[in-house]
């Protein structure tokens, strides 16, 4: 019964979505026609009749068809976002141009897979993020030295792609976009400060999981004990809390809005995403244990004062 209502409702709001989203790029086409400035920024100096012929059918009537639950339509309106978002984004970076309807057509083909899942899972079947290669494994037994020495390649190879790669590659699209905004002059000293501060906490628990949980931070090794140690007495994610703060810092350290943008959005993907398998695996593979720490341990925010492991152990 629960099971059959969470999959209509989830049906009903991806409808939702896909009749928001009608309304929103008929006000849209409305402002192009009518505003020279709202084209300019969104369109660049392309010709919006001829896009208007195939967007229109394809994005504003094929959203308001899949409002009234059209799978079909769901699906073309899906994919001519996604499309029309790649191509876009592809004149602008060639250009200069239009770089403010990139971001409204990103924003829009990323809301328009979330409710073409709903509508034809009635769900977002998120464990798909964990799958394959990106399953939960326990780390096979080895020596402390090794899990730490494992632990910090994971660290060299994670942070360069998300923290050094990815927001490099937004920045440069950032300002060829002509997207950007000068951040005030005192924002980069405290952005390498709070990145360094980050830096040192994902350190820290990084090292704590390897010595205490004899396991990495990625999920291909996981800990095969329950790690409460170091910054795990205070907070349940600080390895998440790290990389967050992280991206924010870089953020701040580039004048960029979109690379923390990016943080925050992953951040919110993370928790709302992977974090509820993580903490079911771990419940599986701990019980009692993991359920008493979870019971002492808030999840985003920190205790005053550390728990120990002996006082939750304690705790029967």
């Known amino acids: 019964m629960q099971a059959a209502w969470c999959y209509r409702a989830g049906v009903t709001a991806g409808r939702w979505y896909f009749a928001a989203q009608a309304l929103g790029g008929a006000a849209w086409w409305l402002t192009v026609l009518l505003s020279p400035f709202v084209r300019h920024v969104t369109l660049g100096t392309l010709d919006p009749l001829p896009i208007a012929v195939a967007d229109i059918p394809l994005f504003v009537v094929a959203s308001a068809v899949a409002g009234f639950g059209v799978r079909v339509a769901a699906i073309i309106a899906t994919g001519w976002t996604g499309l029309v978002a790649i191509v876009l984004a592809g004149y602008a970076t060639l250009t200069g141009e239009a770089g403010w309807g990139v971001l409204l057509m990103v924003a829009a083909a990323g809301g328009s897979v979330l409710a073409l899942c709903l509508i034809l899972f009635g769900r977002v079947p998120t464990r798909w993020l964990i799958a394959g290669p990106f399953a939960f494994r326990v780390a096979r037994l080895r020596s402390v030295g090794a899990i730490l020495a494992a632990t910090a390649g994971q660290l060299v190879v994670f942070w360069g792609v998300f923290l050094v790669v990815g927001p490099l590659i937004l920045v440069v699209l950032e300002r060829r976009w002509r997207v950007g905004f000068d951040f005030p002059d005192f924002a980069r000293p405290i952005g390498l400060i709070v ?111 550390p728990v120990s492991e002996r006082a939750l152990a304690g705790a029967d």
């Open 195 to 305: 990145l360094i501060l980050a830096s040192a906490l994902g350190i820290w628990s990084a090292a704590a999981m390897a010595v205490a949980g004899r396991g990495t931070p990625l999920p291909v090794a996981m800990p095969s004990r329950l790690a409460i140690a170091g910054p795990y007495r205070f907070v349940r994610n600080p390895m998440a809390m790290a990389g967050i703060v992280q991206g924010i810092a870089i953020g701040i350290l580039f004048s960029s809005w979109l690379v923390i943008a990016y943080a925050v959005i992953g951040s919110v993907i993370w928790n709302l995403a992977v974090r509820p398998h993580e903490e079911a695996d771990l419940e599986q593979r701990f019980g009692a244990e993991f359920d008493r720490y979870r019971d002492a341990v808030r999840c985003w925010i920190p205790r005053l004062n």
